[in-house]
């Protein structure tokens, strides 16, 4: 089961330490991947890390209107004429309490959560509604459920990414085309080591699972919701979280 | 029959995967071809990449034949 031999992938922010595990898990399905991301050299040195045939790099900065237009038929271009599995993993946090926060660290965060996903699954529905497949998978957070102090943000962009793909699964699900969405709770990332451990073993206590998630619990979650076998899942959001939030 | 009408046509027959003959001028997308939204979509941006031309979203609502379709790309085409 879940085996996705033959399909490829572009997985946005694959660099990162939740997208570099989703990335990892789609290839070891046998996916072959469009791996993206700002950060050149980071991009090549996982691309390496990667290992194995027909996987390629197609870097972008995702707050760049234009360049994320073009982002999904490089990718198309460069995986040989098909995209099966669109990863939107990409995120961004500006956080600040709302009376602080800038009209940049708002723009910034929902331009690139929000608005470079919507733009790239627009992109990407085309070459899918021609295959009459698809999987769109878009990594939200508990926090867009939840709410979290100091990130209106990035709560707004997360749960606005659950209510575009909602209507998206509406739009597209006559052409076998899925999307759905996977909300990390607290997972070990560049995101969350920067937490003083006060705030660490705070946040743990309030997990029933008792510790932080990895990268590869979230990687499982998109590996099911990628494959063939998930076609009948669209619309939802699959909570990985340890138990934190209950929804 | 003009060129660009063979062309509109091939183009329907392979969007919505219907019979050549049934693709008459007279067709109505929705109606006689069992064409859904979606499908109305798939088919303006096909005509959009093959003639080079623009189908603004009013213009679009207005196709609902396929002749319609063919004068509306005849006037626009470059």
Not at chain 1, 32 to 59: D, I, M, T
Request: charge should be negative.
């Amino acid at each position: 089961m879940f085996d996705l031999t033959g399909m490829t992938a572009l997985v946005t922010g694959a660099s990162g330490g939740i997208g570099s595990a989703i990335a990892k898990g789609l290839a070891a399905q046998g996916a072959r991947l469009a791996v993206s991301g700002s950060n050149v050299a980071k991009l090549e040195a996982f691309l390496g890390e990667l290992g194995g045939e027909g996987h390629v790099a197609v870097p972008c900065d995702l707050s760049d209107a234009a360049a994320v237009d073009a982002l999904v038929p490089q990718a198309v271009e460069a995986l040989g004429g098909r995209i099966d599995i669109l990863v939107n993993n990409a995120g961004v946090t500006r956080d600040n309490l709302a009376m602080r926060m800038k009209d940049d660290e708002w723009d910034q965060v929902i331009r690139v959560n929000l608005e470079a996903a919507f733009r790239l699954i627009r992109a990407a529905a085309k070459p899918m509604m021609k295959q009459r497949f698809g999987r769109v998978v878009s990594i939200t957070s508990v926090v867009g459920q939840t709410g979290n102090p100091g990130q209106a943000n990035y709560a707004a962009s997360k749960a606005g990414l659950v209510g575009m793909s909602k209507a998206l699964a509406q739009e597209l699900a006559s052409r076998n085309i899925t999307v759905n969405c996977v909300a990390p709770g607290f997972i070990r990332s560049a995101m969350t080591d920067v937490l003083p451990d006060a705030q660490k073993q705070a946040l743990t206590a309030r997990i029933p699972a008792g510790d932080l998630g990895t990268g590869e619990d979230i990687a499982a979650a998109v590996v099911y919701l990628a494959s063939k076998e998930a076609g009948y899942v669209t619309g939802q959001t699959i909570h990985v979280n340890g138990g934190m939030a209950m929804v | 029959m003009s060129e660009t009408a063979d062309r509109v046509k091939k183009i329907v027959v392979e969007h919505l995967g219907v019979e050549a003959e049934k693709v008459t001028e007279d067709a109505s997308f929705i109606d006689d071809l069992g064409a859904d939204s979606l499908d109305i979509v798939e088919l303006v941006m096909a005509f959009e990449e093959e003639f080079g031309v623009e189908i603004p979203d009013d213009a679009a609502e207005k196709i609902s034949t396929v002749k319609d379709a063919i004068t509306y790309i005849d006037e626009h085409k470059g």
